[in-house]
C-alpha cells in the first residue's frame, strides 16, 4: 500500500509513475492494470463527451450559471482571445464540465463534482494542444487517481469537511501531477507539481451562494485548472515545493478543522453571505417553498378526486 509521498518517490525512482500506482491497486485490490485502464479509457470519453455538450451552454438548475463555457468558446472561435489555446482550452473545457454539472448532466467526479472541471479541462486541453497520445492521458489518469488515493488517506474530500482546498485544491494537485506525467516529467517532478498546485490553495474556503454547487464552483474550476498548468510547468522546469507533499497535506487538514463552520459548505459565510449571495439565497428558499406548497396542492387534489371516485 503506497500511504505517503515519500514512499512514493521511493517506489518510483526510475520507473513508470503510473505502472507504480496500477502495480499497487493490483496487490492491494486485486485489480488487474488492464482492467483500471479499461475503466479509466471509458472515463476519459466521458470526460471527453461532457465537454462537447458542455460548450453549448444552457441554464443551471438553480439559474445562476451555465453559459460561461458558450461565451468564452465563441469568443475563442471569434479570435478575441488573448491567452494562448492552451490555457484558453483549460479554462473552457473546466467551465464546460462544471457547466453539465449545474444542469444535472453526466460527468466524471475528480475527485468530486464540485471540483470535476480542474482535471480534465487540464488533461484534454494538453492532449489536444501537444498531440498526446490519448492512451498516454488515460495513464496520466491513472496517476492522478493514484494521487488522490494517497491524499484521502489523510483527509477528507469534501467541502464540508475542509473548505474547498479540499476539493478544488486537491483536484489541483492531482492534474498538475498528471500533466508533468504527460509531459515526460520525472516521478518526483510529478510529486513537486502536485505540491506546489496544493500549497497554494490552502485555506481556500467553501462559501456556495444559496448552497449549491453553481457560485463560485463553475468559474473557480476554470481559474485553478490554469493554476495546474502552472505548477506542473515549475515542476518540469526544476522547481521543487520547499515543503514536502506529505507536510502540505497536513498542513491542509490542520488548516481545514481551523476553518469555521460558516466557511466549510454550508452558505453561512463568505460569498454565500454578501447582499448579493443572501438575495439569490432568499429566491432559492422561496422558490422551493412554491414548489413545496404547489406538490402539496397536488396531492391533496389527487387525494379529493380518489375520493370522490370511490363515493361514486
Known amino acids: 500500500m503506497i500511504d505517503s509521498f515519500k514512499k512514493l518517490g521511493e517506489l518510483a525512482q ?33 470526460m471527453r463527451d461532457c465537454i462537447e455538450r458542455g460548450k453549448g451552454g444552457g441554464t443551471s438548475m438553480g439559474k445562476l450559471v451555465g453559459n460561461e463555457a458558450k461565451l468564452l468558446n465563441e469568443a475563442f472561435l471569434a479570435g478575441k482571445t488573448f491567452l494562448d489555446p492552451l490555457t484558453v482550452k483549460a479554462e473552457l473545457y473546466a467551465l464546460s464540465v462544471m457547466g453539465e454539472n449545474s444542469r444535472m448532466g453526466v460527468i466524471v467526479a475528480a475527485p468530486t463534482a464540485g471540483a470535476g472541471g480542474v482535471v480534465p479541462g487540464m488533461l484534454l486541453a494538453l492532449e489536444e494542444e501537444r498531440n498526446v497520445d490519448p492512451a498516454k492521458t488515460v495513464r496520466a489518469l491513472v496517476v492522478a487517481g493514484g494521487v488522490g488515493s494517497i491524499v484521502a488517506l489523510s483527509a477528507h474530500i469534501s467541502g464540508a469537511a475542509g473548505g474547498c482546498q479540499n476539493e478544488v485544491g486537491v483536484a489541483t494537485a492531482m492534474g498538475a501531477a498528471a500533466v508533468a506525467y504527460m509531459m515526460d516529467g520525472t516521478p518526483q517532478q ?11 490553495t490552502l485555506g481556500l474556503v467553501c462559501d456556495p451562494v444559496g448552497g449549491l454547487v453553481e457560485v463560485p464552483c463553475v468559474k473557480r474550476n476554470a481559474l485553478f485548472a490554469v493554476h495546474g498548468l502552472t505548477a506542473a510547468q515549475l515542476a518540469l522546469a526544476g522547481v521543487e515545493s520547499v515543503i514536502p507533499m506529505d507536510e502540505v497535506v497536513e498542513a491542509m487538514v490542520r488548516i ?4 469555521p463552520r460558516g466557511l466549510k459548505e454550508t452558505a453561512e459565510g463568505g460569498l454565500a453571505t454578501t447582499a448579493t449571495g443572501c438575495a439569490i439565497g432568499d429566491r432559492l428558499k422561496d422558490e422551493a417553498n412554491q414548489r413545496r406548497a404547489q406538490r402539496a396542492e397536488e396531492r391533496e387534489r389527487l387525494a379529493h378526486e380518489r375520493k370522490a371516485g370511490v363515493a361514486s
Open 14 to 46: 526510475g520507473r513508470d509513475l503510473a505502472d507504480v500506482f496500477l502495480e499497487s491497486d493490483a496487490r492491494e485490490h486485486g485489480v488487474p492494470a488492464e482492467q483500471i485502464i479499461e475503466a479509466l479509457t471509458k472515463r476519459r470519453q466521458v
Open 190 to 200: 510529478s510529486i513537486s507539481a502536485a505540491a506546489l498546485a496544493l500549497k497554494n
Open 256 to 259: 481545514g478543522r481551523a476553518l
